[in-house]
């Protein structure tokens, strides 16, 4: 299958407008987690997605110490090259093996990093990382500007394809560009977490700075399938079971839900498609980062690739987002998205 695709940043890669997101499959037993998984349906999942055109992946060494990693590389092993996603990994993020419930540590010396990388690489068995990306802000007393240049040296070395950040905010994005252009670029954002469209994605637009969003299904709230009894239910090594999205706010995000449905109806798809459409339809982002852990849930996402909302239900989801009070942020795109 062909799916559309844009051009990420100044790279050379074309990704689809849809990546395969690669935190749940890392299971639990970690702060972060989702609770135990089924690495051979994670397995199928990811290979459903690549038959059916996502040509990227995006995980990291935290998601399960190591884990995700691991069951991406497991999925990778036999494709022909010429079938291989592209794969999108972090660093700076670190999780003790010995205490995976603390919090994890957000470090930026350079032979950490460089560690990380040849982790990496020998986890996913590839030669290469397509993007290597700092996945938070270091707080060891590391600078944005010398964790940044040791990325920009391994793109240079050719250990990675491309270099990007995470989770930054716009000074710490100038204070890396100033050493070296940032490719890529991922925050949060959905229907619910919208702040990223106040200033990030303007300034990634200005800079020619590719943008993959994570989370732009709220973590599932946004597809139409949770409910107060399913929230309430939740795992307790689910981190979602402790996330005031998921128990403060969920009146107001289940509220949200129900009236993207009358758009998804028009349009004869789900909620969690047409959220998707949204987060695409913003200038700048070039791509959206979906999870899933069993091969139907790649299924009911895919048509987001393609899905283009029209002012009409654009107009009715910004009514939508002020009637509920869901969230906070800018509530709709402006000028062209595509």
């Given at each position: 299958?062909?799916?559309?695709?844009?051009?990420?940043?100044?790279?050379?890669?074309?990704?689809?407008?849809?990546?395969?997101?690669?935190?749940?499959?890392?299971?639990?037993?970690?702060?972060?987690?989702?609770?135990?998984?089924?690495?051979?349906?994670?397995i199928?999942?990811?290979?459903?997605?690549?038959?059916?055109?996502?040509?990227?992946?995006?995980?990291?060494p935290?998601?399960?110490?190591?884990?995700?990693?691991?069951?991406?590389?497991?999925?990778?092993?036999?494709m022909?090259?010429?079938?291989?996603?592209?794969?999108f990994?972090?660093?700076?993020?670190?999780?003790?093996?010995e205490?995976?419930?603390?919090?994890?540590?957000?470090?930026g010396d350079?032979?950490t990093?460089?560690?990380?990388?040849?982790?990496?690489?020998?986890?996913?068995?590839?030669?290469?990382?397509?993007?290597?990306?700092?996945?938070?802000?270091?707080?060891?007393?590391?600078?944005?500007?010398?964790?940044?240049?040791?990325?920009?040296?391994?793109?240079?070395?050719?250990?990675?394809?491309?270099?990007?950040?995470?989770?930054?905010?716009?000074?710490q994005?100038?204070?890396?560009?100033?050493?070296g252009?940032v490719?890529?670029?991922?925050?949060?954002?959905?229907?619910?977490?919208?702040g990223?469209?106040?200033?990030?994605?303007?300034?990634?637009?200005e800079?020619?700075?590719?943008?993959i969003?994570?989370?732009?299904?709220?973590?599932?709230?946004?597809?139409?399938?949770?409910?107060?009894?399913?929230?309430?239910?939740?795992?307790?090594?689910d981190?979602?079971s402790?996330?005031?999205?998921?128990?403060?706010?969920?009146?107001?995000?289940?509220?949200?839900?129900?009236?993207?449905?009358?758009?998804?109806d028009?349009?004869?798809?789900?909620?969690?498609?047409?959220?998707?459409?949204?987060?695409?339809?913003?200038p700048?982002?070039?791509?959206?980062?979906?999870?899933?852990?069993?091969?139907?849930?790649?299924?009911?996402?895919?048509?987001?690739?393609?899905?283009?909302?029209?002012?009409?239900?654009?107009?009715q989801?910004?009514?939508?987002?002020?009637a509920?009070?869901?969230?906070?942020?800018?509530?709709?795109?402006?000028?062209?998205?595509?």
């Amino acid at each position: 299958m062909t799916l559309p695709t844009r051009r990420l940043g100044l790279t050379e890669m074309d990704i689809t407008r849809v990546g395969m997101g690669a935190w749940a499959i890392g299971g639990g037993g970690w702060s972060f987690g989702w609770g135990a998984q089924d690495d051979r349906e994670s397995i199928t999942a990811i290979r459903r997605a690549v038959e059916a055109g996502v040509n990227w992946i995006d995980t990291a060494p935290a998601y399960g110490v190591g884990h995700s990693e691991e069951v991406v590389g497991q999925a990778l092993q036999g494709m022909p090259a010429a079938d291989r996603p592209f794969v999108f990994t972090k660093c700076g993020l670190i999780v003790d093996p010995e205490r995976p419930f603390d919090d994890p540590r957000m470090v930026g010396d350079a032979a950490t990093l460089r560690r990380e990388c040849e982790d990496s690489l020998r986890r996913l068995g590839v030669e290469r990382l397509d993007l290597f990306q700092v996945h938070w802000p270091a707080a060891d007393g590391t600078s944005v500007e010398e964790y940044w240049q040791v990325l920009v040296d391994l793109k240079q070395e050719g250990k990675v394809r491309a270099v990007g950040l995470s989770n930054h905010d716009v000074a710490q994005l100038g204070d890396a560009e100033r050493v070296g252009h940032v490719d890529s670029f991922q925050p949060p954002f959905s229907l619910i977490s919208r702040g990223a469209a106040a200033d990030l994605l303007p300034w990634c637009v200005e800079h020619s700075t590719g943008v993959i969003v994570y989370s732009p299904l709220q973590s599932g709230l946004l597809t139409g399938a949770f409910s107060v009894e399913r929230a309430r239910a939740l795992d307790p090594e689910d981190w979602r079971s402790r996330d005031e999205e998921f128990t403060v706010h969920l009146d107001a995000n289940l509220a949200l839900v129900k009236q993207i449905r009358q758009v998804a109806d028009r349009h004869g798809t789900n909620p969690a498609v047409v959220s998707l459409a949204w987060v695409l339809s913003w200038p700048g982002v070039t791509g959206a980062i979906v999870g899933a852990r069993r091969p139907e849930q790649v299924n009911g996402w895919l048509p987001a690739a393609s899905l283009t909302l029209a002012d009409e239900d654009l107009d009715q989801i910004e009514r939508a987002i002020r009637a509920t009070g869901a969230g906070s942020g800018p509530t709709r795109p402006v000028g062209d998205g595509q």
